[in-house]
Nanobody, 112 residues
Framework: QVQLVESGGGLVQAGGSLRLSCVVSGITFRFRAMNWYRQAPGKQRELVAV???????SYADFVKGRFTISRDNAKNTVWLHMNSLKPEDTAVYYCNLPTNYWGKGTLVTVSS
């Protein structure tokens, strides 16, 4: 049974940082790409960052230079390091194993 469990969300002031974690079980993690998505209130879910099985990364334009996705295959974990947070980054952040597996999400609130 595939499980994705996110943690690390919370309330932070604008300009601050947070690190989100996603622990994955039930698959051979090292062979799989992983994604982070987010969904703000009243908006559609959007892709934030991707990391391939080989460690290549890509980012949405709205987080480039501020967010970093990384992984540790020994720990079956993928992280999203978020710096220079803005109020518009407020959303529920979801870990995704393409294409059909999702965590329950972790709420990030950035105050101005």
């Amino acid at each position: 049974q595939v499980q994705l469990v996110e943690s690390g969300g919370g309330l932070v002031q604008a300009g601050g940082s947070l690190r989100l974690s996603c622990v994955v079980s039930g698959i051979t993690f090292r062979f799989r790409a992983m994604n982070w998505y987010r969904q703000a209130p009243g908006k559609q879910r959007e892709l934030v960052a991707v990391i391939t099985s080989g460690g290549e990364t890509s980012y949405a334009d709205f987080v480039k230079g501020r967010f970093t996705i990384s992984r540790d295959n020994a720990k079956n974990t993928v992280w999203l390091h978020m710096n220079s947070l803005k109020p518009e980054d407020t959303a529920v952040y979801y870990c995704n194993l393409p294409t059909n597996y999702w965590g329950k999400g972790t709420l990030v609130t950035v105050s101005s």
